[in-house]
């Protein structure tokens, strides 16, 4: 018997998106009034998008999503159009009898927006099946990975399964949801619509992606990761929460055309704001990422200091303001820089920016009684600070007992010199706070300046079905 393919109407396509440290604005960036000075970072997530060829006759609404450095990461959906313009709904498909169905809402709520945005241009039927791979550089999880055998791939094999993987805190959910909802409009939408090398093209993959990501997340943050995701580094405003609130769920009567809406700024106004030219980072200099294995999770960090600051307005609004403004300075003292010569300069300013900034998040720490640059953490920035070649270093984000990242010379010897500092580095005793950390970890991550691109498809074929 001979059995005839149908030719795909599609070409595969994939996308990448960068990781991200808020180096400032931790806190702050949550609200209008200030900014955050955020990097991407040259650790990746990416996502290609193939057709699934099917045997001629068959018809299947089925998109099926690996990410192949997991052990079962497979997650298989069907989709539909739902009744009243409630956009694309789609349901999660059992692999196997005795494979229990195992949920990933930020790849679910990534697809179904995606897909319900790609319908308000097309006619559902175009919407073929197809196999979505995820690939994410090692960097965002501390489990040993190994190489495929015999294979040039970057990508690890982590041998292990998705909820056992252990997060860097380099913002695993934002740079997914980001390349995935770019691969998948690349693919299915003519260019004239969705170009992602084009300002419109960002602008459309930034509105959904904040979209889908607070959606899956369920809630509203402050879109600073989504942001360096789709645009890579720059210096922040987020938008005003209320933009998002009136979409409503997938498949509710008319979700697609506020979705597009939304996504197309054509009703109410993204007051995002998005400035590139504010920040860069020195030639010769660079960011270094560290990890610290630390059993201690802080939930609750944001909740409680938002809460000390509204009871406390008057003191929390001086050094919120305080920050802001040895924010700005760091950002303007990194521009600065970057436009003399290395020999030219003198570091004794940022130097100094850095520790009073420090100081001033130090005294967050303390009023509003959240770890956020603990005592643990001091010292393994102070201590690094005095190693020849290290500016200073800093929490990023909501701090806590889990990253810090230094700015640093880019010469391999500084490098050499904190890994020796840190190779002997074992707390064994807690802190006053009960908190006993473990090792230190210098991961190989440093600033990456480009946000959402798109990729040579050619990248994943040893991972690709
Ligand atoms: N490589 C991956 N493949 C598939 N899904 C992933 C991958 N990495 C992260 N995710 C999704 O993102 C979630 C982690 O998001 P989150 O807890 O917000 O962490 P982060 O701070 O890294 O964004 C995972 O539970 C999973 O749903
Ligand atoms: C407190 C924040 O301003 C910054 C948090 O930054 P992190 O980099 O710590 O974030 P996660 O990876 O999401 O945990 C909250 C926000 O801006 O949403």
């Given at each position: 018997m001979t059995s005839s393919t149908t030719t795909p109407l599609f070409e595969a396509k994939a996308a990448s998106a960068p990781g991200k440290v808020l180096l400032a604005g931790g806190y702050l960036v949550l609200d209008r009034g200030y900014n955050g000075l955020v990097f991407g970072l040259n650790a990746r997530i990416h996502v290609c998008v193939e057709p699934i060829r099917m045997k001629s006759g068959v018809t299947l609404s089925e998109i099926i999503v690996r990410s192949p450095q997991f052990k079962s990461a497979n997650w298989e959906y069907g989709y539909r159009l739902t009744e009243g313009d409630g956009g694309v709904s789609v349901t999660q498909l059992q692999a196997s009898h005795d494979i229990p169905i195992s949920r990933n809402p930020f790849v679910e709520t990534a697809l179904?927006?995606?897909?319900?945005?790609?319908?308000?241009?097309?006619?559902?039927?175009?919407?073929?099946?197809?196999?979505?791979?995820?690939?994410?550089?090692?960097?965002?999880?501390?489990?040993?990975?190994?190489?495929?055998?015999?294979?040039?791939?970057?990508?690890?094999?982590?041998?292990?399964?998705?909820?056992?993987?252990?997060?860097?805190?380099?913002?695993?959910?934002?740079?997914?949801?980001?390349?995935?909802?770019?691969?998948?409009?690349?693919?299915?939408?003519?260019?004239?619509?969705?170009?992602?090398?084009?300002?419109?093209?960002?602008?459309?993959?930034?509105?959904?992606?904040?979209?889908?990501?607070?959606?899956?997340?369920?809630?509203?943050?402050?879109?600073?990761?989504?942001?360096?995701?789709?645009?890579?580094?720059?210096?922040?405003?987020?938008?005003?929460?209320?933009?998002?609130?009136?979409?409503?769920?997938?498949?509710?009567?008319?979700?697609?055309?506020?979705?597009?809406?939304?996504?197309?700024n054509s009703e109410k106004q993204w007051d995002t704001e998005i400035t590139k030219s504010a920040i860069e980072m020195p030639q010769g200099l660079r960011l270094l990422m560290c990890d610290v294995d630390c059993g201690s999770q802080t939930p609750g960090m944001v909740k409680q200091v938002l809460a000390w600051r509204k009871e406390n307005q008057v003191e929390a609004d001086k050094l919120w303001n305080e920050l802001q403004s040895g924010n700005e300075e760091f950002a303007r003292e990194l521009t600065a820089l970057a436009g003399q010569e290395p020999v030219a300069r003198d570091y004794t300013t940022v130097r100094d920016v850095i520790v009073k900034n420090r100081t001033l998040i130090r005294q967050m720490s303390t009023a509003s009684n959240v770890p956020i640059e603990p005592p643990q953490q001091t010292a393994l920035i102070d201590a690094a600070s005095k190693v020849p070649g290290v500016i200073g270093g800093m929490v990023p984000g909501a701090g806590g007992y889990d990253a810090f990242v230094l700015l640093i010379e880019d010469k391999v010897e500084v490098i050499d010199a904190l890994k020796k500092l840190y190779g002997g580095w074992k707390v064994d005793d807690e802190g006053d706070d009960g908190v006993k950390i473990g090792k230190v970890g210098v991961l190989g991550v440093r600033e990456d300046m480009v946000g959402a691109r798109r990729e040579e498809t050619a990248l994943y074929k040893e991972w690709t079905v």
């Amino acid at each position: 018997m001979t059995s005839s393919t149908t030719t795909p109407l599609f070409e595969a396509k994939a996308a990448s998106a960068p990781g991200k440290v808020l180096l400032a604005g931790g806190y702050l960036v949550l609200d209008r009034g200030y900014n955050g000075l955020v990097f991407g970072l040259n650790a990746r997530i990416h996502v290609c998008v193939e057709p699934i060829r099917m045997k001629s006759g068959v018809t299947l609404s089925e998109i099926i999503v690996r990410s192949p450095q997991f052990k079962s990461a497979n997650w298989e959906y069907g989709y539909r159009l739902t009744e009243g313009d409630g956009g694309v709904s789609v349901t999660q498909l059992q692999a196997s009898h005795d494979i229990p169905i195992s949920r990933n809402p930020f790849v679910e709520t990534a697809l179904s927006y995606a897909l319900t945005y790609i319908t308000t241009h097309l006619p559902h039927s175009t919407i073929s099946p197809s196999s979505i791979t995820i690939l994410a550089a090692s960097p965002y999880y501390s489990n040993p990975g190994k190489p495929l055998p015999n294979s040039t791939s970057d990508f690890l094999n982590f041998d292990v399964p998705l909820n056992q993987a252990h997060k860097t805190g380099l913002g695993s959910s934002a740079a997914l949801v980001t390349s995935f909802t770019a691969a998948v409009l690349s693919y299915y939408l003519p260019k004239s619509i969705f170009d992602l090398e084009t300002e419109a093209g960002r602008q459309i993959l930034h509105n959904l992606a904040q979209a889908s990501h607070c959606a899956a997340q369920g809630k509203v943050g402050s879109g600073f990761d989504i942001a360096s995701a789709v645009y890579g580094s720059c210096l922040y405003r987020r938008f005003s929460p209320a933009l998002l609130s009136a979409t409503g769920e997938p498949a509710s009567p008319g979700f697609a055309a506020r979705l597009k809406s939304l996504v197309e700024n054509s009703e109410k106004q993204w007051d995002t704001e998005i400035t590139k030219s504010a920040i860069e980072m020195p030639q010769g200099l660079r960011l270094l990422m560290c990890d610290v294995d630390c059993g201690s999770q802080t939930p609750g960090m944001v909740k409680q200091v938002l809460a000390w600051r509204k009871e406390n307005q008057v003191e929390a609004d001086k050094l919120w303001n305080e920050l802001q403004s040895g924010n700005e300075e760091f950002a303007r003292e990194l521009t600065a820089l970057a436009g003399q010569e290395p020999v030219a300069r003198d570091y004794t300013t940022v130097r100094d920016v850095i520790v009073k900034n420090r100081t001033l998040i130090r005294q967050m720490s303390t009023a509003s009684n959240v770890p956020i640059e603990p005592p643990q953490q001091t010292a393994l920035i102070d201590a690094a600070s005095k190693v020849p070649g290290v500016i200073g270093g800093m929490v990023p984000g909501a701090g806590g007992y889990d990253a810090f990242v230094l700015l640093i010379e880019d010469k391999v010897e500084v490098i050499d010199a904190l890994k020796k500092l840190y190779g002997g580095w074992k707390v064994d005793d807690e802190g006053d706070d009960g908190v006993k950390i473990g090792k230190v970890g210098v991961l190989g991550v440093r600033e990456d300046m480009v946000g959402a691109r798109r990729e040579e498809t050619a990248l994943y074929k040893e991972w690709t079905v």
